[in-house]
């Protein structure tokens, strides 16, 4: 069985400053993992997504995420953030084999102060 | 070159209405996915389709809704005799290859409001 769990239901930054979006998962198998980012009354945009191939994996918009097994997180960062960041952002994961259709995470609602 | 197209944008309907969701795929992708989202929480799975079948759809209720995706036209979500608890946001999303295919990421419609009175 596959479920995650967003640590924060809301973080609050002041521009300029580093943002941290924590994302804890549990899977039976190797998954799949990705965060998506909604803004007010428009659908998931595909931020970045986790191959095996690198454990640091670079989205768009300068965000990145680092897959750390012995630790089951994929916390999503970036070093500065801007006012457009703000919005509602999903962690997903996805078993694949057999259990293939993903889980969302709550969500985290970034909020940016000028 | 357009993404997931949904329609109506907005849709409200009195307790007792139907009402029909419709979902245009991306260009090129024959899988299509059904979400509903509630204030505040995450997206709830509710069914996956491919051309004319319905592979899963173990995240619907089993009453009042059914879900198709034609051979031509756009997937269908179709709510009948709607309840107030139906009010959501409904989003749609396609992908090129099956979803067993690792690290498949799907691509998300604008979604449709649905409103009930």
């Known amino acids: 069985a596959q479920s995650v769990t967003q640590l924060d239901s809301h973080v609050s930054v002041s521009e300029g400053t580093p943002v941290l979006l924590r994302c804890n998962y549990s899977s039976s198998y190797s998954p799949s993992l990705f965060w998506y980012v909604q803004h007010p009354n428009k659908g998931l945009q595909l931020l970045l997504k986790?191959?095996?191939?690198?454990?640091l994996v670079k989205g768009i918009n300068g965000f990145e995420a680092e897959f750390k097994k012995s630790e089951t997180s994929f916390h999503l960062t970036k070093p500065s953030a801007h006012m457009s960041d703000a919005a509602e952002y999903f962690c997903v994961v996805s078993e694949g084999g057999g259990s293939y259709i993903p889980t969302f995470g709550r969500g985290t609602s970034l909020i940016v102060h000028p | 070159n357009a993404g997931v197209m949904q329609n109506p944008r907005h849709l409200v309907r009195r307790r007792g209405q139907e009402a029909r969701l419709r979902c245009s795929p991306m260009k090129g992708h024959s899988h299509v996915y059904w979400y509903r989202q509630l204030p505040e929480e995450g997206l709830k799975f509710m069914v996956y389709l491919q051309k004319e079948n319905i592979i899963d759809e173990s995240g619907m209720p089993k009453e009042r809704f059914s879900a198709e995706f034609p051979k031509e036209g756009p997937s269908i979500l179709r709510i009948q005799q709607v309840v107030r608890g139906d009010s959501a946001a409904y989003f749609c999303?396609?992908?090129?290859?099956?979803?067993?295919?690792?690290?498949?990421?799907?691509?998300f419609g604008d979604g449709t409001r649905l409103s009930i009175l």
């Open positions: 999303a396609s992908s090129r290859d099956s979803p067993s295919v690792s690290n498949q990421p799907q691509h």
């Open positions: 986790y191959t095996s191939a690198a454990t």
